[in-house]
């Protein structure tokens, strides 16, 4: 499937999980502002897996609950059917807790379950 990413805005940071797992690649990144690009990409620890990518590597993954239930997962299932990749503003800094780990934290439209529904419609309709 040929997928179109898609730059949806937010307000509700959130963080990118499990940089640790891409230490070279977070690592080797510059620092500021970048674009984070969500995959659905089911995985043998997670079969609901949610990938986190910048500039075309993988970063990390989104938190997610690890169930279809998620409302993420949701949210992720309709849009990859469709053939959309969302993509969020995000930046790449340091920690401030003076233990200096890359982070990557990023603006989603928000945790709100009805607010994703409406967004993933509207972007569907879109295509």
Do not use: C
């Not at 499990?18 to 043998?44: I, W, Y």
């Amino acid at each position: 499937m040929i997928y179109r990413v898609v730059d949806v805005s937010g307000t509700f940071t959130r963080a990118v999980s499990g940089t640790n797992h891409f230490d070279e690649t977070v690592e080797a990144m510059s620092l500021g502002d970048v674009q984070v690009e969500l995959r659905l990409e089911p995985n043998d620890a997670n079969p609901h897996g949610i990938s986190a990518y910048v500039d075309g590597r993988q970063v990390g993954w989104l938190a997610t609950e690890w169930t279809a239930r998620d409302p993420w997962v949701r949210w992720m299932r309709r849009l990859d059917s469709a053939g959309i990749r969302p993509r969020f503003q995000g930046v790449h800094r340091l920690t401030t807790n003076g233990l200096g780990h890359h982070m990557i934290n990023f603006d989603v439209p928000g945790k709100n379950d009805e607010k994703l529904v409406v967004i993933a419609n509207r972007l569907i309709k879109e295509k």
